[in-house]
């Protein structure tokens, strides 16, 4: 007992004299970081779910500009009729604009003068977004029949036609097909409103044929066929490294037949049929391959290519072998067209689009989510890809879309590829189970992993599900928390998982635009906002060394992560509470030297239950604030519901 009591008091002793206090602690180890960070931490993912491209971040507003949407009718419009004047619209395939776009809207105006006049409008997504004192760009081809040749007004007006914003006019049409383009620009004194369309008229009785009507607003960068502004800066600034695209799902298309088909989105966009898409409505390809490369240009972010591997999600699939090869060579061709010299065949039509440098690529994806498969052929189809890829571009690493996330996708390969894809949509419980031990177990003699999909949900209902649509569009802080605490896990293994991204990315909120939840940016017409999730992941992408440096919590609920930058010694330490109660802990930096007494601090905390809005969209956001009393051990709260980041300045 003697012996017993006097080791308690050395312990007692010892503690006392180190400095160490006794309870939760977090030691730093930041003057030995044990790996590189990959220099691909944050990324995003992003496909045509949810009206994130037609009716999102590519700028155009006419819904079915093409007449292409439904065979029957040309859904979107409808009949202008004002002041007694009459006329009808219908499809009309017998006029088709070339043999890419094969029908158009005939127009039959029987009774219009002066201001009675009569044509076609369009609904645009969700409304035709007016705002004082914009310029928009309105294209469109028209073919009048012989006795009419004009002239035709275009005009953005009230959804009821009793208000003009603005208008133009073309004063004559010509009896083959022609192409007209017209600025449109609002006054000071208009009103932002969504509650507008756009409208085509005659003020006088003709037949008139049109196709391929187009209106975009001022875009990113002014980029001709671009994206919208404020999405795009809401992406720009959460500093992506890299964007997987075309997609998940909207790669494979539900028949192969409707897969992305890379070469049918370039060009003009008279030589863009569109395709339909497997989120229940059909994509105009206005944000082609081409689009997609300016995207991540836009972003300084590198493009993670994915390319069709013969598998569609209806089961069809291609053979391995003879039968695949057309599909391996255009794949080949594809990663020619994005990294090939202008003196390759693919790398002169990239510069005919208007980008004669090579994009810089360094991954390629066969195939998405081929685990789905049933055929059991993917382990074949992906060799024989690789082996091809590897052949003209021994460069680039190969990324199998079956990861080692179900069990039953750890079984023996023909071949290791470099890296895997991993994709996670969990509930917040089992993300939070997961920050701890899931990748320190991996072997490190690789394959790399991409977690290409991840998302925590926050209700019982499946992201999938159809009850899921009765729950908010984005998610509330409790998924943020979730997320925040997988990203720990990820960052901390940062050297084995080299790339990640949250997904969905985008969703427009507007009635019936939702496929999918939780999504982390939300939109309508006119406003934009960010979700808990999105600042979350916008703390953890913006606050980041290059090297990992090793941290041990003790007795204490708060997960954290830990880099470095090894250029100006500043530490990022990331914290994340997901208690009900607020968590003090000690941190220790034993033998940093020359760390400041001061410290920036981010903090994301609030109800669990809380959550952005289109109507809130600031509920829920980060306060940056200082911190003093910063020493090699000193003592921080963690508040309840918290997500924290940490900037110590050290020499």
């Not at 006392?16 to 206090?21: F, I, M, N, P």
């Not at 007016?130 to 004009?150: D, E, H, L, Q």
């Not at 901390?492 to 999504?519: E, F, K, T």
């Not at 903090?603 to 200082?626: G, Y």
Request: neutral net charge; glycine residues 8%; proline residues 7%.
């Amino acid at each position: 007992m003697r012996r017993r009591s006097v080791l308690l008091l050395l312990l007692f002793l010892f503690s006392v004299t180190s400095g160490r206090a006794a309870g939760p602690t977090i030691t730093i180890d930041a003057t030995s970081p044990s790996a590189t960070v990959s220099p691909l931490f944050y990324g995003l993912m992003t496909e045509e779910i949810n009206h994130a491209y037609d009716g999102g971040l590519y700028a155009e507003l006419i819904q079915n500009r093409a007449f292409l949407d439904d065979a029957k009718s040309p859904v979107r419009w409808s009949t202008v009729q004002r002041g007694g004047a009459a006329a009808t619209i219908a499809l009309d395939p017998a006029q088709p604009l070339n043999d890419t776009i094969r029908t158009s809207v005939r127009l039959d105006v029987t009774q219009a003068s002066g201001e009675s006049v009569a044509g076609l409008a369009n609904e645009g997504y969700w409304g035709i977004p007016v705002r004082p004192r914009t310029r928009y760009r309105a294209s469109f081809y028209a073919k009048a029949a012989p006795g009419f040749n004009g002239p035709i007004t275009i005009a953005i007006q009230s959804d009821d036609g009793t208000t003009v914003y603005a208008s133009g006019r073309i004063a004559s049409l010509a009896q083959t097909w022609t192409r007209h383009e017209l600025t449109l620009e609002t006054a000071s004194s208009v009103p932002t409103t969504a509650k507008a369309r756009f409208a085509l008229t005659l003020d006088r009785p003709g037949r008139v044929w049109l196709s391929l009507v187009s209106l975009f607003p001022p875009t990113f960068r002014n980029q001709a066929n671009g994206f919208r502004p404020d999405l795009m800066q809401m992406l720009v600034d959460l500093k992506p490294k890299f964007l997987r695209f075309p997609g998940g799902n909207y790669l494979e298309g539900d028949q192969i037949a409707d897969r992305f088909d890379w070469k049918k989105t370039l060009g003009p966009l008279s030589e863009r049929p569109g395709h339909m898409a497997p989120w229940t409505y059909r994509s105009s390809d206005g944000l082609g391959l081409y689009e997609f490369l300016l995207w991540c240009e836009n972003m300084g972010a590198q493009p993670v290519l994915a390319v069709y591997a013969g598998y569609s999600l209806k089961g069809a699939y291609v053979k391995p072998g003879a039968d695949l090869e057309p599909y391996i060579q255009d794949a080949l061709d594809e990663i020619e067209y994005v990294t090939g010299p202008t003196s390759s065949k693919w790398g002169a039509v990239r510069a005919r689009d208007g980008h004669p440098v090579p994009f810089k690529l360094t991954y390629v994806e066969v195939g998405n989510e081929d685990f789905f498969d049933r055929s059991g052929s993917y382990d074949q189809r992906f060799a024989q890809f690789h082996k091809a890829i590897k052949a003209r571009y021994p460069g680039l690493k190969v990324i199998s879309s079956v990861g080692f996330e179900q069990p039953e996708n750890r079984r023996v390969r023909s071949l290791v590829p470099d890296v895997v894809d991993e994709h996670y949509y969990r509930t917040v419980d089992t993300f939070l189970k997961m920050a701890t031990g899931q990748y320190e177990k991996y072997d490190r003699k690789g394959p790399e992993i991409f977690v290409g999909e991840w998302g925590a949900y926050e209700t019982p209902f499946e992201p999938w599900n159809e009850r899921s649509r009765n729950e908010a569009p984005t998610p509330n802080m409790r998924a943020a928390l979730g997320d925040a605490a997988f990203m720990t896990q990820m960052e901390r293994n940062s050297d084995i998982v080299v790339m990640h991204c949250y997904a969905p990315l985008l969703v427009n909120v507007s009635p019936g635009a939702r496929q999918w939840r939780p999504n982390m940016i939300g939109y309508d017409t006119l406003r934009v906002y960010g979700s808990p999730s999105y600042y979350a992941f916008k703390m953890f992408s913006t606050n980041l060394g290059d090297r990992i440096v090793k941290a041990t919590a003790s007795e204490t609920p708060v997960l954290v992560s830990v880099t470095r930058d090894s250029r100006n010694g500043q530490v990022f330490v990331k914290l994340v509470n997901a208690t009900d109660a607020n968590a003090p802990v000690q941190i220790d930096l034993p033998g940093v030297k020359g760390l400041a007494s001061t410290a920036t601090v981010h903090t994301l905390a609030a109800d669990p239950q809380a959550t952005n809005s289109i109507d809130a969209p600031t509920k829920v956001v980060p306060v940056t604030s200082r911190v003093s009393g910063v020493k090699p051990g000193f003592t921080y709260t963690v508040p309840a519901h918290g997500i924290v980041t940490l900037v110590l300045e050290t020499r």
